[in-house]
């Protein structure tokens, strides 16, 4: 029987539902027989929940998406009654089961997604890659020799295989658009406090931003209407929308300034398959009748805060490490090279050090924001390079080996990580051998609005491929 639906957008999936044309349990069983299908061959999933989802979409539902499958990734946010791994070793050999849904778990379930499982990440997502010993790598379904991206490579290969309509992902340092950008997806980081990360103050700092990756740009707004808002309690939150986001959706963006970052801000190689893509989007954006202007690199760039993230990254892991060894009751064991690097700089630095690592982060955010303020929307490539090969930046290497190659590979992203501004990555492009290559559109503070307006006039104008026809036929 087709199961071409599995490869309509979560929005029509949840059209079908509300008329009749398909029962929930009719999706679910479609969405895990793909998954066991292709599952085997490119690794989106650390854990399954099949018989639990049955059960679920076979009870009442309400919400927007009530009935829609949807995949958990297995970091930061937590799902009751279910394995909690976050890419170790460690909790693999040490099974934790996670006693409540986080804040963010909940909004999904009210939005009546059915959980099927979690996605794989890099060990404690400290990778831009997703090939983690514990569990094997996720694999490009665009090609299945090159990495998915990461951390959020699992949800991104389950989205872009059609095992689900969307996945949910957190970004940290460019986690849902590096990987959006390797499979041909639509990523958005939203504002910094956009999203609730209740139960925690915050994680990894200042750094860390949840939402989900799609296939479209209205999955992304409309997921970001079911879901996003502070919870009581919360330190900071982001100004709401004047209006839903859908509701931007096809609206005029009028005639922006756009300011095109055509080079990376430390002087370093962008791949001529990157170059030749954003300046074909400048092209277009121009002939959108916007305006496109040159910016200067070196404007964004802040060689104190690259460090100083790190130091902020390392003290946050380490953190994790040791909440972990007490939760437990075993020490850490079998850490990858990378990640036991940075658990000895996070474990070594003192409170004032951390302090002052803030400090020189608040100071590139201005820089940042600063840099951009003459624009309405600053466009680069996602990525400098195209998606690395497998086991180039695997977790046995030695982090001298990939460090550089990880600080390059999230560069540009990492930008609006510092700054909190919302960052759009979109599959505008592919390279002759049909590899996605993505493009970033970055807006000021809570103006995602603008983006979804700019990136439904880019997906009009230039629609993309949803997902490779070799993987979906039924």
């Not at 009654?81 to 909940?106: C, F, I, K, N």
């Not at 970001?224 to 939150?237: H, I, K, R």
């Not at 095109?260 to 170059?275: D, N, V």
């Not at 960052?423 to 809570?446: C, K, M, N, V």
């Amino acid at each position: 029987m087709s199961h071409d639906f599995l490869d309509l957008d979560g929005v029509a999936q949840a059209g079908l539902l509300r008329t009749g044309r398909l029962s929930p349990a009719e999706l679910v069983d479609a969405a895990i027989d793909r998954i066991e299908r292709l599952d085997p061959v490119l690794g989106a999933l650390a854990a399954e929940r099949f018989e639990r989802a049955r059960d679920e979409a076979a009870r009442p539902a309400r919400g927007a998406f009530a009935g829609v499958p949807f995949l958990l990734k297995d970091a930061v946010q937590h799902s009751a009654g279910d394995r909690y791994q976050h890419g170790m070793t460690y909790l693999r050999e040490h099974p934790w089961v996670s006693p409540a849904d986080t804040a963010l778990t909940g909004r999904y379930r009210a939005a009546g997604l059915v959980l099927l499982g979690r996605t794989k990440v890099p060990e404690l997502t400290m990778s831009p890659t997703t090939e983690p010993l514990a569990h094997g790598p996720s694999r490009n379904p665009w090609d299945p020799t090159r990495s998915s991206g990461g951390s959020s490579g699992g949800s991104a290969v389950a989205v872009a295989s059609g095992m689900v309509a969307f996945a949910h992902g957190n970004d940290m340092g460019g986690s849902i658009r590096i990987p959006a950008s390797c499979c041909g997806l639509v990523g958005l980081k939203p504002s910094r406090a956009r999203m609730t990360l209740a139960p925690y103050a915050s994680y990894w700092g200042p750094l860390t931003h949840e939402h989900v990756l799609t296939r479209t740009v209205r999955d992304s707004a409309a997921v970001l209407d079911a879901t996003a808002g502070p919870a009581p309690g919360d330190l900071t939150a982001a100004p709401p929308p004047s209006r839903p986001w859908t509701a931007e959706l096809g609206a005029d963006p009028g005639r922006l300034r756009i300011g095109l970052l055509q080079e990376r801000p430390s002087g370093g190689p962008i791949a001529p398959e990157c170059a030749t893509a954003v300046n074909a989007t400048a092209r277009m954006l121009e002939s959108l009748g916007h305006h496109v202007r040159i910016l200067a690199p070196g404007a964004f760039a802040d060689a104190d805060g690259v460090s100083a993230m790190g130091l902020v990254i390392a003290t946050s892991v380490a953190r994790d490490v040791t909440a972990w060894e007490r939760r437990i009751g075993v020490p850490m064991h079998d850490l990858e090279p990378g990640t036991a690097a940075a658990v000895a700089r996070g474990s070594a630095t003192t409170t004032a050090q951390l302090l002052d690592a803030l400090d020189v982060l608040a100071r590139w955010s201005r820089r940042i924001v600063r840099a951009s303020s003459a624009v309405d929307v600053v466009l680069s490539p996602t990525l400098p390079g195209l998606p690395p090969p497998l086991g180039m930046l695997s977790g046995d290497r030695p982090l001298s080996e990939t460090a550089p190659a990880w600080t390059a590979m999230a560069e540009l992203a990492v930008l609006s990580n510092i700054s909190g501004q919302p960052a759009i990555s979109l599959p505008l492009h592919r390279t002759e051998t049909g590899l996605p290559i993505g493009i970033q559109l970055t807006a000021p503070y809570a103006r995602e609005d603008l983006l979804f307006r700019l990136s439904s006039q880019l997906e009009r104008t230039a629609p993309w491929p949803q997902t490779p026809s070799h993987l979906t036929r039924s």
